[in-house]
């Protein structure tokens, strides 16, 4: 069973942005697949590795749609996915070097973190990006 399970909760209705957040759930549910099989050791590091790439990326779509139409609040949003990306390569960092030891913790983060973004968060930005004509 799925840890987040895509729904109309999530989406926002902006296709580039609703089918990223669904990449992100899925690299979330990965994370918590092999957590439950125990196998989370061997495959963290390329989770880590894919989660920090694509979230740079989206925050950055996000940022860029976001900038062009003057989301009035642009810079909260910016401090929230900052705030995020650092503490992911923070976790990142320290699972390399075998420091790293609650996953379950980082799971919690991770669902916790995601769905409250999408659903307070980004729905805040989709009337000034519907009012443009994103759709």
């Not at 976790?91 to 973190?113: C, H, I, N, P, V």
């Amino acid at each position: 069973m799925p840890l987040i399970t895509w729904g109309p909760r999530l989406e926002t209705g902006i296709a580039i942005i609703d089918a990223q957040h669904k990449r992100l759930v899925d690299i979330i549910n990965e994370f918590n697949d092999a957590l439950v099989a125990g196998r989370s050791d061997e495959i963290m590091g390329a989770i880590f590795d894919e989660l920090v790439a694509y979230t740079e990326t989206h925050f950055g779509v996000e940022e860029k749609l976001m900038a062009s139409h003057d989301y009035e609040d642009i810079e909260n949003h910016r401090r929230e996915h900052r705030v995020f990306t650092d503490q992911i390569k923070m976790d990142r960092d320290s699972f390399s070097t075998g420091a790293w030891s609650y996953e379950k913790k980082m799971r919690d983060y991770l669902r916790g973190w995601l769905v409250n973004h999408i659903a307070v968060s980004d729905r805040a930005y989709v009337p000034t990006l519907k009012r443009a004509g994103i759709e």
